[in-house]
C-alpha cells in the first residue's frame, strides 16, 4: 500500500506534572532526567530514529525550560571544546535540533490530550502525523514508532501502539474493542477512554504512541467533552472506526515505562541505569547488596 510518509510528530508537552510535586514546581515534568538525559530527550531520539523531520511541542505557561533544552548552548561548547572534552560535546550536541525543525505551541487551558494536539493543527496541516506522550519511554531494539511506521505502511489509517495490561489496571488507558487479531496488528472495531473495570471491551490498552490521519483533526474540531469532562483524543480516533473503519492496534516489540508515575519513573531508572556500561557493574553490586540487606532485615 502507498502511504504519505510520516515526517511531522506532535509532542503533548503542557501537563503541569502534579504527580511529581515538589520537583514540577520549578521544572517540567519533561525535563526530569533518566539517568543523565531528560524524559523527553528519548521520545525525541525514538521520532528521530522513525525518519521524523518535524518536532511539533504543545507546551504551556512554566515549560520554557523545555525551549531552552533544545537550544544550542555556544558558551557550554566553546568551554567544553578548550578542555578537550570531546565526548561530551558530542553528547550536547546530539541533543540540538536544527533550526526550524522544532516548533511550539501553547495550550493556555488544560482541556484534555485530544484538545492539545488539536492546538497543533494548523502546523500538522493536511498529511497523517505522529503523537508521541513523553510519559511513555520504550526501551527496544527497533524504536517503537519505527516499528509502527512499517506496519503502518502495510494498513494505512490510524495506528495506535497496544500493550495486554492486567484487566483490573485497564480503566487507566485507552482500551481497544479488538475487531480482527492479525498477530502484531489488531483490527479495532471500538476504543474507549478509561472504561470503568466492568465496560472494559478487552485489556489491550494504548500506549503513548500514535499514527494519525487528519481526519482526527477534523474530528476534534467538534470539541467533544469525554471522560473526566476533558476533550479525548481516543474518542475522536474512535469516530475514525465508525465512519472510515481504518483504526489498528499495533502490539510493539518492547519494554514501556510508565514514567508518568514514580513507581514507573524509578523502574525506568534502573533499567536505563544497568543499561549503560559506564555505570553497570557499580550500580548492579549496589542493588543486589541492598536487595541482600532488605531480605537480611525481614
Ligand atoms: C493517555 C491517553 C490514554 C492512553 C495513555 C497511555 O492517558 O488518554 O488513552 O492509554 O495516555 O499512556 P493519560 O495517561 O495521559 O491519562
Known sequence: MRVKKVTKAVFPVAGQGTRFLPATKSIPKEIMTLVDRP?????????RAAGIKEFIFVTSRGKSALEDYFDHSPELESTLKRQGKTELLEVLRD????????????????MGLGHAVWCARRLIGNEPFAVLLPDDVIASD????????????????????????????????????????????VQAKGMVEKPKPEDAPSNLAVI?????????????????????????????IAEEIKTNNNVYGFR???????????????????????E???????????????????????
Do not use: H, W
Not at 516548533?103 to 487551558?109: G, T
Open 276 to 298: 549503560r556500561p559506564d555505570l553497570r557493574d557499580e550500580f548492579s553490586t549496589y542493588l543486589i547488596d541492598m536487595m541482600a540487606q532488605q531480605k537480611a532485615a525481614q
Open 252 to 274: 510493539f516489540r518492547g519494554q514501556r515505562y510508565d514514567c508518568g508515575s514514580k513507581a514507573g519513573f524509578l523502574q525506568a531508572t534502573v533499567a536505563f541505569g544497568l
Open 208 to 236: 503513548g504512541r500514535y499514527i494519525l490521519t487528519p481526519e482526527v483533526l477534523t474530528n476534534l474540531n467538534r470539541m467533544k467533552q469525554g471522560a473526566g469532562g476533558e476533550i479525548q483524543l481516543t474518542d475522536a
Open 39 to 47: 524524559l523527553i530527550q528519548y521520545a525525541i531520539d525514538e521520532a
Open 142 to 185: 527497533k524504536a517503537c514508532l519505527q516499528q509502527m511506521i512499517e506496519a503502518y505502511s502495510q494498513t494505512g489509517g490510524n495506528m495506535v501502539a497496544a500493550m495486554e495490561v492486567p484487566p483490573e489496571k485497564a480503566s487507566s488507558y485507552g482500551v481497544l474493542d479488538i475487531g480482527e487479531d492479525m498477530g502484531s496488528i
Open 95 to 110: 541533543t540540538n535540533m536544527d533550526s526550524g525543525a522544532i516548533a511550539y505551541v501553547r495550550q493556555n487551558r488544560p
